[in-house]
């Protein structure tokens, strides 16, 4: 018999699996489910877009590129990042196409890690930053960002966090699964900390063209930042091409040249079709954005209301498509309210503590989803009993494991007599005496 436990490496066996995975899982089969849960536009391709990738597939485009990427690929990036970010990259030497941010950031880390060096993560945060610090044998230290600092992080939180092995900083704005994002001023701050150090920013800038307040700032942008910034960037969220698995990095040049000798032995190029298809995407669809973006903006201001009229504390997220309620009214953890959710009502959402520390309490509902979908999971009647706000005459008394009161004839109600606490309880309806409800708790 082989003992694969003692084969497989020990770092790789001690990653846990993303928190947000189960619940696609669970969704997968469930007729009629709500997925506000995947972190993926809603939207097609745009078909100018998806017509470049046929074209060069019609014209036989079907080969390798160059490890780097295509060169007018590159062109394109630089002339785009210039228009939209005033940001100077050149195309030969300092951008490198990759399969993916995904592909970027792993990248950016084995390219600049030694075993035992310190990278900083804002949390909660996108779920792939740890592990793959932990991969090039780093030590992730995690920075709770809190609400009452609208998810961002603050110089002092960054000052503590720092120690002689601190090697880099993750920016994660705008942040899944928070919406935040850091405007000029707080990037200002930041450098602050940081000039006079050998710290490293690595910007994950896959939400950029996604905010709603003002324009992104990189913190590249900044002085002296330029210099110590990687910036990571990518197609799959401002032109809904997550499919194509295509996204770039940018930074100093012998940065860049030695990720291109890991890129160059681990993927060869990226995809050749793809890269055809983003040229299209950079060059003209500056007009798909703007339309996503308006949409997503739409929904974005529905759902925060949606949940502040619940009853949810909901933070005003002004950047990526994602929100994320307080759930700590009803008294349950994140991971019971989805599970709740979603076995009652057949509606996905991911639990808070999925990103880490900082998310307990939370809830991420994405707004990357029709307004059919999000008006359908706002009326969930599981929802409304969870806040009370809509069921705010409840089960009043206990009369021999009976409960009375008055209550829409659905389960799940805040039972609030004097030894119970503010529990929740499953209460089965059992019938209507004139016109109060009675009904049997249930445990659970
Ligand atoms: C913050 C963040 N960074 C990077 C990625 C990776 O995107 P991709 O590899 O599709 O470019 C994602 C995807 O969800 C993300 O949310």
Redesign the pocket.
């Known amino acids: 018999m082989m003992d694969y436990g003692k084969i497989m490496c020990r770092r790789v066996q001690d990653i846990q699996p993303s928190g947000i995975r189960k619940y696609f899982d669970l969704l997968q089969g469930m007729e009629g489910g709500i997925s506000l849960g995947i972190?993926e536009p809603d939207f097609q391709t745009p078909w100018h877009i998806r017509d470049a990738g046929i074209f060069s597939l019609e014209k036989g485009f079907t080969k390798y590129t160059p490890n780097a990427g295509l060169s007018d690929l590159r062109g394109a990036i630089s002339r785009y990042l210039k228009r939209r970010f005033d940001l100077e990259y050149a195309a030969v030497g300092q951008i490198l196409v990759t399969v993916?941010?995904?592909?970027g950031?792993d990248l950016t880390f084995r390219t600049l890690l030694e075993p035992g060096d310190e990278v900083i993560i804002p949390t909660p945060?996108?779920v792939?930053y740890g592990p793959l610090v932990s991969m090039a044998h780093a030590v992730p230290v995690l920075v709770e960002t809190k609400e009452e600092h609208e998810f961002r992080l603050t110089p002092e939180e960054l000052r503590r966090a720092i120690t002689p092995r601190t090697k880099a900083l993750v920016l994660?704005f705008p942040c899944?699964p928070t919406g935040g994002v850091m405007g000029r001023a707080d990037l200002e701050a930041l450098a602050d900390v940081l000039r006079g150090t050998d710290i490293m920013v690595i910007s994950?800038e896959?939400?950029a063209e996604l905010t709603y307040g003002g324009r992104h700032v990189s913190m590249a942008n900044l002085p002296d930042m330029y210099e110590r910034t990687v910036v990571?960037n990518?197609?799959?969220?401002a032109y809904s091409m997550?499919g194509w698995?295509l996204?770039y990095v940018c930074g100093p040049k012998p940065i860049i040249s030695a990720m291109t000798k890991l890129h160059q032995y681990g993927i060869m190029s990226a995809p050749t079709t793809s890269q055809y298809a983003a040229i299209e995407a950079l060059d003209h669809g500056d007009g798909d954005i703007e339309a996503m973006r308006e949409e997503y903006d739409g929904r974005r201001r529905f759902l925060v209301e949606g949940f502040r009229r619940l009853g949810l504390s909901c933070f005003e997220p002004l950047g990526a498509f994602y929100t994320f309620p307080c759930i700590k009214s009803t008294g349950l953890t994140s991971e019971q309210f989805c599970d709740r959710f979603l076995a009652a009502e057949k509606v996905a959402v991911i639990p808070g503590s999925a990103f880490g520390p900082g998310g307990e309490g939370y809830v991420r509902a994405t707004y990357a989803a029709s307004m059919h979908d999000l008006g359908e999971a706002l009326e969930r009647r599981w929802l409304e009993g969870q806040t009370g706000r809509v069921l705010p005459v409840l089960f009043e008394e206990e009369k021999g494991g009976l409960w009375q009161g008055h209550a829409p004839s659905y389960a799940l109600v805040r039972a609030q007599g004097e030894n119970l606490h503010n529990r929740l309880l499953d209460v089965k309806i059992t019938g209507v005496e004139g016109n109060v409800l009675v009904g049997v708790a249930v445990d659970g």
Not at 100 to 103: A, D, F, K
Not at 234 to 237: E, I, N, R, V
């Open positions: 972190g993916g941010g995904s592909e950031l945060s996108f792939c994660p899944n994950d896959i939400y990571v990518g197609f799959s969220k997550t698995r996204g």
